[in-house]
């Protein structure tokens, strides 16, 4: 095992660092192999460590590598989540080691040049909406992503803005930071991060032992929100303040869910509450598709949100399934609709509803 | 340090000092690694907690006498029950350390609390204090009144 060099600012000669690495994503061998990379530098801090931006020598490219400390008893659930989930819209982990010395695991992923709360950002502070299309096309991939996710039982657990990277040159979204996640047969708690409050589905915020990959889904309808509105929509200080915006804007849950959510000690004698809508609450007019998709999202109640897969059939994501459409710049949208296995096997009986419609008829091509 | 106006003066019976000795010594940073280099993302999640939760009971602030570092750190919480805790934050989530302030070392002899981890201190303190239930719901009430008046209100 070669420790790592840092690079200096004064250096003549671009230095290369090598360690032995494991493959990541999708990989079953679990051989070392030798990994360079170069022009190491660090671009934030993430949840309990560092990340940096490199290039990988093999083939010239750009790479984030997350660096985390770790416990020696503890065994990395955010490894062996990102190590499985292999999808276009999940970040790819190319390889991860180990420095020994420092007890720190680093993931090497694929780069990806922004996030959206950064993105989103540029048009709120001028005032300006992001555009339709945009935020259709990214919260498509949002959803097909979170609905793998489901598949495999896993929930994320930290869905928002800045947890999802896009590429706005192609398109392309991705979900990060698998530091939450966690499958669901596993009584493990895990902490929740400073800035998910926003987007905490109401049984979380009762306290719920009992909740449900339907967390997720909610937290997409909160980005969604948040997208069309440019602020988070359920912006409060204290978790009863976000619980009551919640029941303003959709309705006291039923005394049913809340004995569900672990919440029998404590008798809450109000009244039902009828909420105002999402569109009032927002304040801003919007479409029906919209309006169909937030509320679909936004249920709360956890069975009757939609389901991920599901929410890729209505009709907010039409203009997506017309063949011939693209990106403002010409280019043309990443490929939305190319179904792995697992994803087409889940979902057979939907699948024709999402697919576009083309001029030869509803052709169906699969693995 | 949120504090309560009103201390019940039980409160200065129930904190004892720690019986074990607590070695309170700075840990060294990474020499290549740059996981300490700011406020770290644990430390931000602990102060936030403590704010938002901070309604519901008598006294809650991070330990400034026990470690604190980006793995791990201590909050002391005093109930609206006037029972003392010592909780802990580390990444597999939050535990009761013990029941006494600034102090890491449980009773052995209730083993089924220390070892339970929570996923939030509000989910903790939901297990540990019905008065921090009751208060939840209380609050939670007055803001639906809130609500319900400012309803009324606006179809008149």
Redesign the interface.
Known sequence: MN??R?STAFSEHVTFHTVMAKRGTGSKLDREVEIQFTNLQ?IG??????VYKAVLRENDEPIAIK???V?DR?KSRELTIMHEMDHPNIIRLLYYYV?QQ?N?LNFVMEFMPKDLAYVHRQFAHNDKQMPAYSIKLYMFQLLRGIGFLHLHNIVHRDIKPKNLLVDESNGILKICDFGSAKRLEKN???????CS?YYRAPEL?F?S?NYDTSIDTWSVGTVVGELLHNSPIFLA?????I??LQ??AFG?PSKEDMAKW??E??H????T?TG?GIQKFIGRKLSLSTLELLNSLMKMDPKLRIKPYEALTLPYFDDLRDPHYKLPSGAPIPPLFDWLEREYIANHEIIKDIFPRSEEGDKVECL | MTQQSDKDASVSETTTPPTTPVTVKKPALCGSCDCDVEKSTLEEEAMAAVRENAFAVNLIGVSEMLPRTSQLLFINVTTFENHTHCIELTQKGWRVASNRNDCMNGDFRQLDIHTKYFESLHTLLMDISPLFRETFGSKLISKLSELKKERSDSDE
Do not use: H, Q
């Open positions: 420790r790592m840092r660090l801090t993430g949840s309990f460590g560092a660096k985390i400390k416990d503890f420095m420092e720190c493990e708690p895990n902490i929740t991060y400073i409050r915020i306290g032992k200080d204290s978790a009863v303040d619980l009551a029941i303003k006291t672990n919440y000690y404590v809450i004698p109000y009244d509450i105002v």
